[in-house]
């Protein structure tokens, strides 16, 4: 475990279009529009819009909430992605801890939302996650772990200088089956970074 858990809270990052940020109370709006005006969805790993029911003034509360819990535990981080021309938000990244220890490695994961594609902001705002996750979250190692056959976030993570690894068998529980995935990997040297060694309690 390390010794000083990460603040968030303040955390803002800025690309040339978007800004990643976690959320603050004066986002419901926004998130609301992001999450119930969107397309339908457009293919297997899209999720479409939501129903207005799912999203509430009381679930955006709860859910602002529970993950700055997670992100206080060191247990999951999750960025949001806002359009800077429009202040609204467009997809989001995230981070689920897996080892700290000798380890310090996470799950890397990020969505535009499909009102958003064919923009570049899914490798602009993938890019930035790099450098939070280890420059921020002081990590070593951030996995993708990519199903076999989705090509546009194979190319996505391959755009951003991620590293093929190998297929892991039987990797994830989707749609009540175990399935094989890819993964791509990135240390903080692949993008000019020195690691560091891990601080211990």
């Known amino acids: 475990m390390i010794s000083k858990k990460v603040s968030l809270k303040l955390k803002t990052v800025h690309t040339r279009r978007l800004t990643l940020r976690v959320l603050t109370a004066k986002d419901y709006k926004v998130w609301f529009d992001a999450h119930v005006n969107r397309k339908p969805a457009q293919s297997k790993w899209d999720w479409g819009p939501k129903a207005k029911k799912e999203c509430t003034k009381g679930i955006f509360t709860k859910l602002m909430r529970r993950l700055e819990q997670l992100a206080n535990d060191d247990d999951y981080y999750r960025f949001y992605v806002f359009e800077k021309k429009t202040g609204q938000i467009v997809g989001e990244i995230d981070f689920d801890v897996y080892v700290r220890s000798t380890h310090q490695f996470c799950n890397f994961g990020y969505q535009i939302y499909n009102s958003y594609w064919g923009k570049g902001y899914g490798q602009e705002s993938a890019k930035a996650g790099l450098g939070i996750g280890f420059k921020d979250l002081k990590l070593n190692r951030l996995e993708a772990a990519i199903n076999l056959d989705n090509r546009k976030s194979i190319r996505l993570v ?41 601080v211990f309690k």
């Open 158 to 198: 391959k755009a951003i200088g991620m590293q093929k690894e190998g297929i892991k068998k039987r990797y994830w529980f989707e749609n009540e089956k175990w399935v094989d995935h890819i993964i791509y990997v990135a240390n903080p040297e692949d993008i000019g970074l020195k690691g560091k060694k891990p």
